[in-house]
């Protein structure tokens, strides 16, 4: 298992981030106070080695336009904060941090007057704005309040927070309320509104339960964001199961006597299917490997809670384990599916090559037996043509010798009217072996000369 998509190896990472931040987030919690409105968005990287450091230069964009003095702002590989003071007193906040797959941004805005109450909506800052438009795509975005308040009833909470239900839980083992109603408000951010009568229970945990209650929100929101595109793939694999299937039996049936044009058809067909569902699992183990890992950063953060019940409300956790619950292991499921559907065709495709190397060497036994006959046909003909070769050899010693022999005749003849021989007769008769050696000779050497001119290598052109 890669440490993209194991549980352990992931918590370490966040907990290896963690050290490297700590220094910068230590200097940073000096500058933090309470109350607070802070304004939170995420976003999601579709490259992170490539838009991780683009987002480093954005940020530092945004300090440049919100003229954060340098001296108040801190900025490393994948964490970074500045912070203005504003001529009224207030402060102006603002943290970037990148993450495995998100970067985010938090505005926040500390006034200077304790007592004034602060209202969901647009920061309270003079002339600010959010300059950027971020990298990625949106994975959520919150509008946070912190404040020193009393006990606040249930249609106070209702009146400023949207949505049919709210979900409010105690934290931190302290006196310290966190509610919601995860629901986007009109500018398209859930609000969330903590408070506490102890300002000292809040000043006390309030970087941690601020980091902690946005890594809920951008993990739980990075889970189900590739909900719309797993429905899609799941009707897409269903696709291509059910057509499987049918070419499956198809091909159990036919399989026996199908012909080699049939079988290469169904393994086009078969191949291009295959490439077709390796192409979805590809594209879908990169958006679904890290739910699981996801799902336990969710599950780990809403233990460190420690959650008490704030009544009547329901808590945070029930909310959003019923949203994660069996998602990841959905997408697992949905993963593992397809991967079977892959062996299910690669298995298909083997079957029918194995069916086309069967054939293949069928016909090369057949192909071999033709041959067999054919070389004992050519090796006999062959043995024939040597006979004859041998036959029409001796024929021509004795034809050459008969002809050799009426020459030396009348030479013979010739010499015995000269006187020279007094019995022509009894000279041919000796002469006739004689003759039989010269023709023997004669084809022999022809033999040697006629084979010395065939194996002799082609002479070769001067020009080349």
């Not at 909506?121 to 990625?136: I, T």
């Not at 966190?178 to 300002?199: G, K, M, N, Q, W």
């Not at 959905?330 to 069967?358: C, H, K, N, P, W």
Request: charged share 20%; with cysteine.
């Amino acid at each position: 298992m890669s440490d993209a998509t194991n549980p352990m190896a992931r918590a370490g990472q966040q907990q290896f981030l963690r050290r490297i931040h700590e220094p910068a987030k230590k200097y940073l919690r000096e500058w933090l106070d309470m109350p607070a409105h802070i304004h939170h968005v995420a976003h999601r990287m579709a490259n992170p080695p490539l838009e991780r450091p683009q987002s480093q230069k954005e940020f530092r964009q945004l300090l440049r336009c919100l003229e954060v003095p340098e001296e108040t702002s801190q900025v490393s590989d994948k964490f970074g904060f500045g912070t203005r003071t504003e001529p009224n007193g207030d402060r102006l906040v603002v943290v970037w941090e990148a993450h495995t797959e998100y970067y985010s941004y938090q505005v926040w805005h500390i006034p200077h007057d304790k007592t004034k109450p602060l209202e969901f909506g647009p920061l309270n800052v003079p002339g600010y704005a959010f300059p950027l438009s971020p990298l990625g795509i949106r994975v959520n975005a919150l509008d946070i309040i912190i404040a020193q308040e009393p006990h606040i009833a249930h249609d106070k909470l209702r009146a400023r927070l949207p949505g049919p239900h709210i979900y409010a839980s105690r934290v931190f083992g302290d006196d310290i309320v966190v509610a919601t109603s995860f629901t986007p408000d009109e500018h398209l951010r859930e609000r969330y509104l903590i408070f506490s009568a102890s300002s000292e229970a809040l000043g006390e945990h309030l970087s941690k339960l601020v980091d902690t209650v946005v890594t809920i929100e951008n993990y739980y929101h990075l889970i189900l964001l590739p909900l719309q595109a797993f429905s899609r793939a799941v009707d897409q694999l269903h696709d291509y199961e059910q057509r499987h299937l049918y070419q499956r039996g198809v091909i159990v049936e036919q399989l026996d006597a199908s012909m080699p044009q049939a079988l290469q058809k169904w393994l086009t067909v078969l191949s291009q299917d295959l490439l077709q569902v390796s192409r979805l699992a590809q594209s879908m183990r990169y958006r679904l490997s890290a739910s699981v890992p996801y799902d336990s950063i969710v599950r780990g953060n809403l233990h460190a809670l420690q959650e008490r019940p704030f009544p009547p409300l329901r808590p945070l956790s029930d909310y959003v384990y019923s949203r994660i619950t069996g998602v990841a292991e959905g997408y697992q499921q949905f993963l593992r599916r397809i991967a079977a559907m892959q062996s299910d065709f690669e298995a298909t495709i083997t079957v029918i090559r194995t069916r086309i190397e069967m054939l293949l060497q069928e016909q090369n036994l057949a192909l071999q037996g033709q041959n067999s006959k054919l070389l004992a046909s050519v090796d006999s003909t062959t043995r024939g043509q040597a006979i004859l070769q041998r036959t029409v050899e001796s024929l021509s010693v004795i034809v050459i010798t008969y002809y050799l022999t009426g020459l030396v005749n009348y030479l013979f003849n010739a010499f015995q009217e000269m006187g020279w021989l007094a019995k022509a007769t009894y000279a041919t008769a000796i002469f006739v072996p004689i003759a039989f050696g010269i023709s023997f000779g004669l084809m022999t050497l022809g033999r040697k000369v006629v084979h010395k001119w065939s194996s002799a290598p082609p002479k070769k052109d001067s020009n080349g």
